[in-house]
C-alpha cells in the first residue's frame, strides 16, 4: 500500500510538472555529456598512448644542403659520415638501448612524404633533394630518448635529432586542454542542473502543500512524505544520464568508428564498448546531484 501511494505521488508530480522535469533532463544531459566527452578524451589519450609510445621512433637527420646546424658546417653529410654514424648505432654503448634502426635515403623521405600529404598541394613544390636522410631508431625504452641525443646531436653530419614522442605529447596536450574545456563546460550546467532540480521540487511541494499537510496530520513518516520528491528529481536526473551516455556511444560508434578510423586507419580509437564504461559513473552523478539537490530543497521549503 505504501509502495503504491509513493509511486501515485510520483506519478502525479511529474505530471503537474512535466515542463520542468523535462528542462531537467534536458539540462542533465547537455552537462553529463559534458563530463563523458572529457571522460571519452581521457580514454582516448590513453589509448593512443598505449598504442603510439611503443612506436614511436627517435630520427637523426643527417645534414643536407642548406642545413645550418654546428655540425654541418662542411656541408650535406658524405659517405663516410653516415658510415661512423651507423657503426656507433651498432656500438656497444648505444646498441643496448636500441631494438633496432633503419637508414632512409632521401628518396625514401620523399616517397613518404608523398604517401603522407598525398592530398595537399605542398607535395608539387617539393623535391627529393629537399628532405634529408635519417636513421630512424626504434628505442628499447623510449624513456632513453636523451642518451641518444647526447651522443648523435654533437656527431659530423647531424643536423638535429628529434623524438617523435615531443609531437605526440603536443597532440595529448591539446587534447587534455579540450578535456578542461568540457569539464569547465560540465560544471556550469551542471550548477544549472542543481539549481533547475531545486526548483522544480520546491514548485512541486508547493503544489502539494495541502496533500502533504494532511498526511502530517494523519501520521505518515519524514521518509513517506519526502520520497516521492526527491524520486521526481532522481527520475529525471537518470533519464538525462542515459541520454547523455547513448549520445557518447552513439558519437563513439558512428563518428569514432565508421568516419575517424576508416579515414586514419593507423590511429587506436576507443570503441563503444569502452564509453559505456562511463554510463555507470554518469548514472551514479546524476543520481547523486538530484538527491542531494532535492534533499536540500525539502529541508528548507517542506517542513515534516
Known amino acids: 500500500m505504501r509502495l503504491a501511494f509513493v509511486l501515485s505521488e510520483i506519478g502525479s508530480g511529474l505530471r503537474r510538472n ?56 662542411t656541408g650535406p653529410a658524405t659517405p663516410e659520415q653516415e658510415d661512423n654514424l651507423r657503426k656507433l648505432l651498432q656500438s656497444p654503448a648505444v646498441a643496448q638501448y636500441v631494438n633496432d634502426f633503419q637508414y632512409e635515403s632521401k628518396d625514401d623521405a620523399y616517397k613518404h612524404f608523398k604517401e603522407q600529404f598525398s592530398n595537399s598541394p605542398i607535395v608539387d613544390s617539393v623535391t627529393p633533394d629537399q628532405l634529408p636522410a635519417s636513421f630512424r631508431i626504434n628505442m628499447k625504452d623510449p624513456e632513453k630518448y636523451e642518451i641518444i641525443s647526447e651522443t648523435f646531436s654533437s656527431q659530423a653530419g647531424v643536423e638535429t635529432v628529434i623524438d617523435q614522442r615531443q609531437l605526440l605529447e603536443r597532440l595529448f596536450s591539446a587534447m587534455n586542454a579540450a578535456s578542461l574545456v568540457a569539464v569547465s563546460i560540465a560544471g556550469v550546467m551542471i550548477i544549472c542542473a542543481i539549481l533547475l532540480i531545486a526548483t522544480t521540487i520546491r514548485l512541486s511541494a508547493f503544489s502539494r502543500r495541502r496533500e502533504t499537510g494532511i498526511m502530517r496530520l494523519v501520521g505518515a513518516s519524514k521518509m513517506v512524505i519526502q520520497l516521492p520528491f526527491i524520486l521526481e528529481g532522481v527520475i529525471a536526473a537518470v533519464i538525462g544520464a542515459a541520454l547523455a551516455s547513448g549520445t557518447l556511444w552513439a558519437v563513439a560508434h558512428f563518428f569514432l568508428g565508421e568516419v575517424l578510423s576508416k579515414q586514419y586507419p593507423d590511429t587506436a580509437f576507443i570503441s563503444p564498448g569502452q564509453t559505456l564504461m562511463l554510463a555507470p559513473a554518469l548514472i551514479g552523478l546524476g543520481v547523486v546531484l538530484a538527491g542531494i539537490s532535492s534533499l536540500l530543497t525539502l529541508r528548507r521549503y517542506l517542513r515534516v
Not at 19 to 40: D, N, W
Not at 49 to 69: E, H, P, R
Open 18 to 73: 512535466l515542463s520542468m522535469v523535462i528542462s531537467v533532463i534536458l539540462v542533465t544531459f547537455v552537462s553529463l555529456t559534458f563530463v563523458g566527452a572529457a571522460g571519452m578524451l581521457q580514454l582516448q589519450i590513453n589509448q593512443m598512448k598505449g598504442y603510439w609510445y611503443d612506436k614511436v621512433q627517435v630520427a637523426i637527420f643527417l645534414c643536407s644542403d642548406g642545413s645550418t646546424a654546428p655540425g654541418c658546417a
